[in-house]
């Protein structure tokens, strides 16, 4: 066992001061490595706070805040952390959750009926294809949405939506190719069912949130940034706790 | 104020008496060094002032309160450990503000502390990582840093640099200084190294066998040892110890070595007349006191040339330590690199006694 004491308790080999800072790809595996213990208790902290379901925004929301705060390198007191981000976002992130819900079944319940009518008649291609387009914009929006209000906790609602916004329409490919991740690692677990049975319980939630806020963190900082109403303290780089 | 006092510590592990009765001041704000082999029981003097070890019998005193029954979390003190002791599975910002966590200090001064004690031991880049990815160096930084959170009294720090390599130490040395003067509070500091002791303390306590042998300053230790341990630990190389007998020269005592009548300066003709003529004593030269030629700045009168072999020579870059037999027996003496000496060869060194040492063969205690 002494390879395990040696692994654990070791010296590494020192963290230089004067090293570039990891970017890009580089970042969140750095992210990945370091916090990977982190992320398989805030995966089984989410499922408990979600089991009422009701609590699912408000938990979502908890778990994207503490994700943002390891992107951003800052010290997380997991549960500390998460629930006060549960706490103090509960109100917003549910109503907003709520709204982002209903908005995907509506655009299901439309793409289901266009689908329909489009087989009869070309002339529903139009609508069917802008609820399909929609279907794809919500969760988009949704991402961008959660990370802001992590990114941005201090600031008025319609400073966050508004960053929301412009972070989807000038920087949507990364929150795409986020969103194509997470589908990724939803389908592996169905593909692999039932080696992959503990996939969600695991890893799967945080996991896919830490890749959707590190996606949309740039594009929502900069539209942040861009949406001040109030004089700019530094808010936004505040640490969670309060 | 925290003044330490030990009144007659004793520390006892059933018939086995570690720490015997010893006294000692330290005053507040002070450096203060313990010092010694290992097994002396300097270790276990600073885990009583901690509070880890209990107290077998005297008083033990911080500020004006005897603390014996004291828990160690309510003595105002913070220890470095010298495997660090930091926990692994915690990142460095949590390994420092534990402590300060389990005290339910608020958050907001948790956070400044730790941020504050970051910045002055340059860590701040390390906040968040665990131990594991931390370099020996880093990791006793941050075992500096979480003591340094806790604004305690007193710091106790047993023998933190010991797992570094010689440069760190070196670099590390500097730094505690400096974070002494800085923080302004009392560091009781445990080494074996007496390098390290010699460059940092105030005062050196040195230690052998569970006894104090000598408190001073690095210098007077140095120049005054009162016993043949403290003449021979401390100092690197340490002392060249001869056998001598005194002798009467005329209206003078000599030391007579191997044949020779070695000249003795006034303060030790004074220590030694009336008591030791004809007598055995031990002679204590340091190595800096052999030169390959005579040096300008001492009385001619009290040096002496002496024939040695050379067995070893230990270039240092500055000078050189040249191992040599001098009368069957081994002296070390520190010499200039460009003596050009070698192995085997023969070589007239020049020993200057005025400042050389006399002790007591049988109590080993200084004569002068």
């Known amino acids: 066992m002494n390879w395990l004491t040696n692994y654990y308790f070791g010296e590494g080999k020192g963290i230089d001061k004067n090293a570039p800072k990891p970017t890009g790809l580089r970042l969140l595996a750095h992210v990945l490595g370091r916090e990977w213990w982190e992320l398989i208790k805030l995966n089984l902290l989410f499922i408990a706070f979600s089991l009422p379901l009701i609590t699912l925004p408000a938990a979502y929301g908890a778990m994207v805040r503490i994700s943002v705060e390891m992107i951003e390198d800052r010290t997380v007191y997991l549960w500390r952390d998460f629930w006060a981000a549960f706490r103090t976002g509960f109100v917003r992130t549910s109503v907003l959750g709520a709204l982002l819900c209903g908005g995907g079944l509506l655009c299901a319940q439309a793409i289901s009926t266009y689908a329909t009518a489009a087989k009869a008649s070309l002339a529903f291609a139009p609508p069917l294809a802008i609820a399909l387009l929609v279907a794809v914009a919500l969760p988009l929006f949704g991402a961008h949405l959660f990370a802001a209000l992590g990114l941005g906790r201090d600031r008025p609602l319609r400073d966050v939506l508004r960053a929301s916004a412009i972070g989807v329409l000038t920087r949507p490919l990364p929150g795409l190719a986020a969103l194509a991740v997470v589908a990724l690692l939803w389908l592996a677990h169905i593909w692999f069912y039932p080696v992959s049975v503990l996939l969600p319980v695991l890893v799967n939630f945080s996991l896919g949130a830490l890749v959707t806020s590190f996606a949309t963190l740039k594009g929502v900082r900069l539209s942040l940034a861009f949406c001040t109403t109030e004089p700019e303290d530094g808010a936004a780089a505040r640490p969670i706790r309060s | ?368």
């Open chain 2, 1 to 368: 104020m925290a003044g330490i006092s030990l009144r007659k510590i004793r520390k006892s592990f059933g018939a086995l008496t570690v720490v015997h009765d010893i006294d000692l001041e330290i005053a507040d704000k002070e450096f203060i060094i313990l010092v010694g082999p290992s097994g002396c029981g300097k270790s276990t003097t600073l885990r009583m002032i901690a509070g880890l070890e209990e107290v077998t019998s005297g008083d033990l005193v911080i500020g004006n309160t005897i603390v014996n029954d004291v828990p160690s979390k309510d003595r105002d003190i913070a220890m470095v450990f010298q495997n660090y002791a930091l926990y692994p599975h915690m990142t460095v910002y949590k390994n420092m503000a534990f402590g300060l966590e389990l005290r339910r200090a608020p958050k907001e001064e948790i956070e400044q502390k730790v941020k504050d004690a970051a910045e002055i031991l340059d860590i701040t880049h390390l906040l968040n990582r665990k131990p594991k990815a931390l370099s020996g160096g880093q990791r006793q930084r941050v075992a500096l840093g979480r003591a340094m959170v806790r604004s305690p009294e007193v710091f106790l720090l047993d023998e933190p640099l010991s797992n570094l390599d010689a440069k760190l130490r070196s670099a590390m040395r500097a730094e505690i200084t400096k974070l002494h003067r800085r923080l302004d509070a009392t560091f009781i500091y445990v080494t074996h190294d007496q390098v390290e002791a010699m460059t940092m303390a105030d005062r050196i306590v040195v230690m052998k066998d569970g006894h104090i042998q000598q408190v001073d300053t690095p210098q007077v230790l140095y120049d005054r040892p009162v016993n043949m341990f403290v003449a021979g630990f401390i100092g690197a190389p340490q002392m060249n110890f001869l056998p001598v007998t005194i002798t009467p020269e005329g209206a003078t005592l000599t030391a007579s070595f191997n044949g020779e009548n070695l000249p003795l300066p006034a303060r030790l003709i004074e220590s030694v007349s009336g008591r030791y003529e004809n007598k055995a004593c031990v002679l204590g030269l340091r190595p800096e006191n052999f030169h390959e030629r005579m040096p300008l700045d001492v009385d001619p009168a009290l040096t002496v040339s002496m024939q040695v072999d050379v067995e070893l020579v230990e270039p240092m870059g500055p000078e050189v330590h040249l191992n040599a037999m001098l009368g069957g027996h081994q002296i070390v003496a520190r010499v200039s690199p460009r003596c050009g000496a070698r192995i085997g060869d023969q070589l007239t060194l020049i020993a200057d006694l005025s400042t050389a040492h006399l002790f007591d063969p049988q109590s080993e205690m200084a004569l002068a």
